[in-house]
T-cell receptor, first 116, second 112 residues
Framework: GAVVSQHPSWVICKSGTSVKIECRSL??????MFWYRQFPKQSLMLMAT?????????EQGVEKDKFLINHASLTLSTLTVTSAHPEDSSFYIC????????????FGPGTRLTVT | ELKVEQNPLFLSMQEGKNYTIYCNYSTTSDRLYWYRQDPGKSLESLFVLLSNGAVKQEGRLMASLDTKARLSTLHITAAVHDLSATYFC????????????FGQGTILTVHP
């Protein structure tokens, strides 16, 4: 159990366009989902926390108008990169947690975004 | 601001040897995680350490946590090539459970 999927697994888009990435918990309900970004050969950086039914909270330095997060249901969170630029090219990884008291979170397989 | 530092960042080992990766963090936290990442892949959970003195072992890997020293170690015993990967430690930001701060990662290469 505790499987998290992401779609797409990779995407190439042109500069100025928007891209939506989906994160789904397949066999459990996730009250909270997290979005991380990982640049090549670097560590993971938390971008935002997404709670079902409420607005996402963004980490310092992350532009909320550029990275739109919607947690529409207990099994789905989406990250939309608006007006993407080459510097947004990165590996985006989501994770999901069953409830606020749970210490375990389950990571998705990641989405590689390349902006040309 | 919570900072998590791993040492070493690069580790080249011979098969059969032992080594330890260290993870230091700057503020109080009771939850520490170890993950493995293979090239181009996402994270695989290795260990979750929840209290001072916690020790967990799985195969050739053993992790421990000393919350007073703010230090966790990942010990590798008799390394094999399949252990080659990047290893991350991550610390929970205390009151905001789930907001993980990651170390820089340790790239482990095991040579025959």
């Amino acid at each position: 159990g505790a499987v998290v999927s992401q779609h797409p697994s990779w995407v190439i888009c042109k500069s100025g366009t928007s891209v939506k990435i989906e994160c789904r918990s397949l066999d459990f309900q996730a009250t909270t989902m997290f979005w991380y970004r990982q640049f090549p050969k670097q560590s993971l950086m938390l971008m935002a926390t997404s709670n079902e039914g409420s607005k996402a909270t963004y980490e310092q330095g992350v532009e909320k108008d550029k990275f739109l997060i919607n947690h529409a249901s207990l099994t789905l969170s989406t990250l939309t990169v608006t007006s993407a630029h080459p510097e947004d090219s990165s590996f985006y990884i989501c994770s999901a947690r069953r409830d606020r008291g749970s210490y375990e979170q389950y990571f998705g397989p990641g989405t590689r975004l390349t902006v040309t | 601001e919570l900072k998590v530092e791993q040492n070493p960042l690069f580790l080249s080992m011979q098969e059969g040897k032992n080594y330890t990766i260290y993870c230091n963090y700057s503020t109080t936290s009771d939850r520490l995680y170890w993950y493995r990442q293979d090239p181009g892949k996402s994270l695989e959970s290795l260990f979750v350490l929840l209290s001072n003195g916690a020790v967990k072992q799985e195969g050739r890997l053993m992790a421990s946590l000393d919350t007073k020293a703010r230090l966790s170690t990942l010990h590798i015993t008799a390394a094999v090539h399949d252990l080659s990967a990047t290893y991350f430690c991550a610390v929970d930001k205390g009151t905001s459970y789930g907001k993980l701060t990651f170390g820089q990662g340790t790239i482990l290469t095991v040579h025959p």
